[in-house]
Structure formats: structure tokens, C-alpha cells
């Protein structure tokens, strides 16, 4: 019944900016935490981004601060991830996942996942 489906990704320049959508359903009424990864070919999904529910509390590694933005929309269940000043290698896939009994920013271990959404940063 949970699901998540990323939506936003594409092609862009260096310097470029692009907003993700993280849409959300079948989630029980308790709060949860939402972030964002970034996967790369080779390497282990890093969580660029978190977001709790009950205070709105965000997580961001020092990499990705001051370029990535993460919001939550309650109303339409949707978290949103506005990427700006794009560099090269923030290419990849990029996946939301959440965890239905938790509620704490970075999360360490997300029981549901979406699909993934290509973002491809040229030169």
C-alpha cells in the first residue's frame, strides 16, 4: 500500500537548477521522515537530504549545503527537493525513501523507497 514516486529529474547545465517530487501514499496517519540519495554507479546511496514531519527538521551533508533545499507539502503528501548551482557530479539517480515509524532526520535505515529519478549535470 506505501508508495513513493520520484518525478522531476532530466538534463542540465552546470550551474543549472531542477526540482524533484517525492509523492507519497498509503502512509498511516503517524509521522515520518523523508529524504533523498543520491546513488552512483560504484558507491553505496548517500542521503543528501531529510526532512522530519512532526517539527519540519532538515539534514543536509556539508557536500550538498547551500545547493540543495528540501520542503514538505502535508497537504498533497508530496516532499520536494529544489537543486540549485547543479555541479557534474551530482549526477545519478536519485531516490526518496521513508520510514513509517520514524521520525528523525538523517534516517538510518528507510523502509520504503520509489523508483528513482535520473538527473544528468553536463559540463
Known amino acids: 500500500e506505501v508508495q513513493l514516486v520520484e518525478s522531476g529529474g532530466g538534463l542540465v547545465q552546470a550551474g543549472g537548477s531542477l526540482r524533484l517530487s517525492c509523492a507519497t501514499s498509503g502512509f498511516p496517519s503517524n509521522p515520518y521522515a523523508v529524504g533523498w540519495f543520491h546513488e552512483v554507479p560504484g558507491k553505496e546511496r548517500e542521503q543528501v537530504s531529510c526532512?522530519?514531519?512532526?517539527?519540519?527538521?532538515?539534514y543536509y551533508p556539508d557536500s550538498v549545503k547551500g545547493r540543495l533545499t528540501i520542503s514538505r507539502d502535508s497537504a498533497k503528501n508530496t516532499v520536494y527537493l529544489q537543486m540549485n548551482n547543479l555541479k557534474p557530479e551530482d549526477t545519478g539517480v536519485y531516490y526518496c525513501?521513508?520510514?513509517?515509524?520514524?521520525?528523525?532526520?538523517?534516517?538510518?535505515?528507510?523502509?520504503?523507497w520509489g523508483q528513482g529519478t535520473q538527473v544528468t549535470v553536463s559540463s
Open positions: 526532512i522530519s514531519s512532526s517539527d519540519g527538521r532538515t
Open positions: 525513501a521513508a520510514d513509517s515509524f520514524y521520525d528523525v532526520c538523517p534516517i538510518p535505515d528507510p523502509n520504503y
